[in-house]
């Protein structure tokens, strides 16, 4: 499988979240709100989750093994230090409901 697009957008909010990612495998498959999260150690991504009826999260999409997750982190994070910094109201204020 080829990470064929990534998107970047990014969060003007300070805080931990940085942008929400968009990524295409294959020109065929897209998985929208990937995140990237300025931790402790660095930047990682969080993959798209939802809230379950006992306030924990669970991922709707995920890599199945630990190398293609580092593979997927890596060519994310390529992409959002490459991308020039502009901010965006929108995406400021959405990331300011969250």
């Known amino acids: ?23 295409t495998f294959d020109d065929c498959f897209v998985v929208h709100n990937v995140k990237v999260i300025e931790g402790k150690n660095g930047a990682f ?14 991922d709707v999409a995920h890599p199945i093994n630990s190398e293609f997750r580092n593979v997927l982190q890596d060519k994310i994070l390529e992409a959002y230090n490459k991308e020039p910094v502009i901010e965006d109201s929108s995406t400021q204020e959405a990331a300011e409901n969250l």
Do not use: N, Q
């Not at 990470?3 to 931990?16: F, P």
């Not at 991504?45 to 669970?58: F, V």
């Open 1 to 23: 499988m080829e990470i064929t697009d990534i998107r970047i957008r990014r969060v003007g909010a300070d805080g931990k979240l940085k942008a929400y990612v968009t990524v």
């Open 45 to 58: 991504i969080a993959m798209p989750s939802r809230k379950t009826k006992a306030g924990d999260y669970k």
